[in-house]
């Protein structure tokens, strides 16, 4: 069987819009964006895949298994690990070391966040090419447990009470 053909432009395009309102919106609620702080400071949890697997579930194509978050992660890795996490660690020495005022941070800032918008847009042209949602083995609760025993998180059940802001934001 031949595989299958790359998603449209459009489709890509759809995607990436919807997933980057949808991630705007989620981190905007009220708390969602301290409990996704706190998961990528105190877990190393990579927020953009997060956002992604659980508008994935709510609104995009469906609920993502290990298999899927692992090739996912395998998209977006060389990304954040070369890029973000080193334009995070560069804001974050500038806070720290009382640079935080200084103009050159807000623009590594601005550059942190463009980087974490180009690592949604590769995800979103991976999720383009998922097939399409099968309402009846889908349960969108099942997301966000899911993703956190994918990351190897101990003990996810620990982690129910701070992400209740982050599962509030949640549409549905």
Known sequence: MAPAPPPADEAVEAVEAALWRFCLRVYAAPGAADACLALQDEAGVDIPLLLAALWSAVEGPGVLDAAALTALDAVVADWRDNVVRPLRRIRRWMKASGHAAHPLRERVKADELAAERH???????????RP???????DPD???????TWTGIADPKAWREPLLPLTRALPG
Do not use: H, K, V
């Open 132 to 138: 399409s949602r099968d309402a009846r083995n889908d």
């Open 119 to 129: 690592e949604l847009a590769m995800i979103a042209g991976w999720l383009a090419g």
């Open 142 to 148: 099942t997301a966000l447990p899911a993703f956190l």
